[in-house]
């Protein structure tokens, strides 16, 4: 079933009013958080890939920080079992919320099973999401302490190949008050988009669109990862060293680049240990940003009222990520392409799926 969750399917069939402990009922619970199986092949297919990528960077992880300078603090430990115990808090309370409703009809009980599903729905994307996040910036921290030699000389002679000058850039963008405000209003405001096309995909009911989103998002950390492990930055900021007066109205609005001092500390050994509750996106090359950017908008394609804002938003957070994130071109152009390619190879798994039926 594509769009209907099983919740609904068990209540309407149920008739036993308590929970039946099912070694078949439990496999299917599993598969169903795991893998999204109630949302048809190509969903089955996108969260194959998630579960994948999770797994090779957890893999990269276990074998790359015994062997490094670096270690996870214990509340780390602590914060991910608590990710677990909530997750499978919430798994018990929607299977015994679910049974209790059994095949009551009425309004308010089918209104209950909709929002039970739109909170499973919820979990099943915070679970690959969290575990994607927790890998990748973990690998992230070890690839910048890897004492790995910095191409930014690289990244500027790309941009002054395509004709783009950072510095002068920069100085064109901060010599408008307003405009540095806008900018730096977009480039802070990934992360809430971010969170507001995955909300409206899981009000929706749009299991299959989630399960791509995530699939996309996956690939392109596994990208940036690769990417950054190619080619490590401090980013333009660092590599041009620019005046404060260049920077002025931007800075108005809080320090800029904060994300460099952390860079620093583990690229120089300084920093020794890896604390989730407080890690930094230290990413120079590609642009994670311009990658959600690019991927938010894709993902809110079906909704007009949506897509045109998000649209707009994010081509401005896109030029921000210059100024505002310390971005070479060359960053962002690499973030793009890597996106769209990730996008490419999902839809792929889509469409091998649909042609089997």
């Given amino acids: 079933m594509s769009s209907i969750s099983r919740i609904e399917k068990r209540a309407v069939d149920s008739g036993a009013p308590g929970l039946v402990v099912d070694p078949i009922r439990i496999r299917d619970a599993a598969a169903r958080w795991f893998m999204f199986s109630d949302f048809g092949d190509a969903a089955q297919r996108h969260m194959a890939i998630v579960w994948s990528c999770i797994f090779a960077c957890t893999l990269a992880d276990a074998i790359w920080l015994p062997n490094s300078g670096l270690s996870f603090t214990s509340s780390n430990w602590i914060s991910i079992l608590q990710c677990v115990a909530y997750s499978g808090i919430a798994a018990a309370f929607i299977a015994i919320a679910s049974n209790r409703l059994g095949g009551d009809q009425r309004r308010p009980a089918v209104w209950l099973r909709q929002c039970l599903f739109m909170t499973e729905l919820f979990w099943r994307a915070f679970l690959p999401i969290s575990a994607l996040l927790t890998a990748g ?54 992360g809430l988009l971010s969170q507001v096309v995955l909300v409206w995909l899981i009000l929706q009911r749009r299991g299959d669109r989630v399960a791509e989103f995530i699939a996309v998002l996956s690939l392109s950390a596994v990208a940036l990862c690769v990417g950054m492990w190619l080619i490590l930055a401090a980013g333009a900021f660092a590599y041009f060293g620019p005046a404060p007066s260049s920077y002025e109205h931007f800075a108005a609005h809080g320090p800029m680049w904060t994300f460099g001092r952390t860079f620093s500390m583990l690229h120089d050994g300084s920093l020794s240990v890896i604390n989730l509750s407080i890690v930094d996106g230290i ?29 707009v938003v994010n081509a401005t957070m896109i030029v921000a990520t210059m100024p505002v994130g310390g971005h070479h071109l060359a960053d962002v152009l690499a973030g793009g392409g890597l996106t769209i390619a990730a996008i490419l190879v999902v839809r792929r798994s889509a469409w091998l799926s649909v042609s089997k039926t």
């Fill in 283 to 311: 990413v120079s090359f590609p642009s994670f940003h311009t990658m959600l950017g690019v991927m938010t908008t894709y993902a809110a394609r079906d909704t007009r009222w949506l897509f045109v804002p998000m649209f």
């Fill in 137 to 190: 910036s973990t690998l992230s921290y070890l690839i910048a302490a890897a004492k790995l030699p910095l191409r930014d000389d690289v990244l500027a002679g790309v941009d002054h190949l395509l004709g783009f000058d950072w510095p002068s850039f920069l100085a064109t963008t901060n010599s408008n008050a307003l405009i540095a405000t806008l900018l730096t209003t977009a480039y802070q405001s990934t």
